[in-house]
């Protein structure tokens, strides 16, 4: 272990290098300074009880491979691309837990919910009287504790007090290079690190263009109210999330055709998300069986906890990958996502996607068992 705060700070400073050169494009520390005030998953002792400190940073996705996905091109490589960048994330974040602890510290990577990481079935509600102060000011919803959309430690909190991005109103965190095409990593440690500060707002490339809510195929995002979290000295604004079924249908693609029925993310099915937040679970339940009948999409998370035979696959994410510092080429990315058609299912498995009417032609002509399964 280091004696002297000079010499904590010349290797923290060697780990954040070391990061960079790994491939990140962002890469910043926040302590229990920086993250005071925030909710229960904003509390690193959470992931490792002796925590003093988390690198967090960001890895960038490749902008061709974005635009053949959001072009309905090829949903095939987007996956394994997206895959393979989260697996490079934890990688790194396993080596520079390794550099640590041959320092004599304590460190743990936190792995990000959707990888095959996740479903660890650790209890994610307020374990100490700090927590459940911060969860009286961030309540959850009981459907956020039974979908998973809590985390032990959230890593875009970590990432907005690290200054490794900052809330775009679509909830993603926005790097300055890559906006939020970007896979987050991050790893907790017993050193204690000064933490670098978070992008001021005045930074935020953020204008409220409401391109992230154009592309999408539900409603997730709230026109009317936002999520406001306090993060050390900082006030972060997002707006906020509606019913977490909704995102999560498409994400998984038992829904794909979007509530204005004129594009659909890369999911094959045509049943849409009713108005009522009370009605989504029940119609949740029918397109999860719909999709546990229909053929395996190529690719996927292979997800060891998951006993069953299906991989879970990505169909969605446009509102974090439309989202670019320039802005032409988030209009590029609305155009691409919103005019590349309708996606469907061949009976391999494989989806393509084509225009609105030939998918219609393509659905009538199925058996009416296989019909029932999409629409
Ligand atoms: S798409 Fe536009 S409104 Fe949405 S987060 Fe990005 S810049 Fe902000
Ligand atoms: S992932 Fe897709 S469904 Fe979910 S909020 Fe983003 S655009 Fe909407």
């Not at 990688?91 to 479903?119: D, K, M, P």
């Not at 991989?311 to 990958?321: D, G, K, Q, V, Y």
């Amino acid at each position: 272990m280091f004696e002297s705060k000079e010499d904590i700070s010349r290797f923290g400073k060697k780990i954040m290098e070391y990061i960079t050169h790994s491939g990140a494009c962002a890469v910043g520390v926040c302590n229990a300074d920086s993250l005071e005030g925030g909710p229960p998953s904003a509390d690193l002792t959470r992931e490792m009880p002796s925590a003093k400190s988390a690198f967090v940073f960001a890895v960038p996705l490749d902008d061709d491979i974005i635009e053949a996905y959001m072009g309905k091109i090829d949903p095939g490589k987007y996956q394994s691309h997206y895959i393979r960048t989260n697996i490079v994330a934890e990688g790194i974040a396993s080596s520079a837990c390794h550099f640590l602890r041959g320092q004599g510290y304590e460190a743990q990577v936190v792995n990000a919910g959707n990888t095959t990481s996740g479903g660890d079935g650790r209890d994610v509600t307020p374990q100490n009287d700090s927590q459940r102060a911060a969860a009286e000011k961030y309540p959850t919803t009981d459907i956020d504790m039974m979908i998973g959309t809590i985390p032990v430690l959230s890593q875009r909190f970590l990432a907005a007090a690290a200054g490794v991005g900052y809330f775009g109103r679509s909830g993603n965190i926005l790097t300055s290079s890559h906006g939020a095409s970007v896979v987050l990593g991050a790893l907790v440690t017993s050193m204690e690190l000064e933490a670098t500060p978070p992008i001021p707002h005045e930074e935020n490339y953020c204008d409220n263009c409401n391109w992230c809510e154009a592309v999408c195929p539900t409603t997730y995002m709230s026109r009317t109210e936002n999520n406001n979290v306090q993060l050390g000295e900082m006030e972060h604004t997002y707006s906020k999330r509606m019913h977490p079924g909704r995102c999560a249908s498409y994400m998984m693609g038992s829904a794909g055709l979007a509530e204005n029925g004129k594009f659909s993310a890369w999911g094959p099915g045509r049943k849409t998300m009713p108005k009522e937040d009370d009605q989504v679970l029940i119609k949740l339940i029918e397109i999860s069986t719909d999709m546990a009948n229909r053929p395996q999409t190529p690719g996927g998370f292979v997800n060891p906890p998951d006993q069953g035979e299906k991989r879970m696959n990505i169909n969605c994410s446009a509102c974090n990958l439309v989202c670019h510092p320039e802005r032409e080429v988030r209009r590029k990315r609305v155009k691409l996502w919103t005019q590349g058609g309708v996606s469907v299912q061949h009976e391999d498995g494989t989806l393509e996607s084509m225009p609105r009417e030939e998918a219609e032609a393509f659905i009538a002509a199925m058996t009416p068992e296989r019909r029932a399964l999409y629409e």
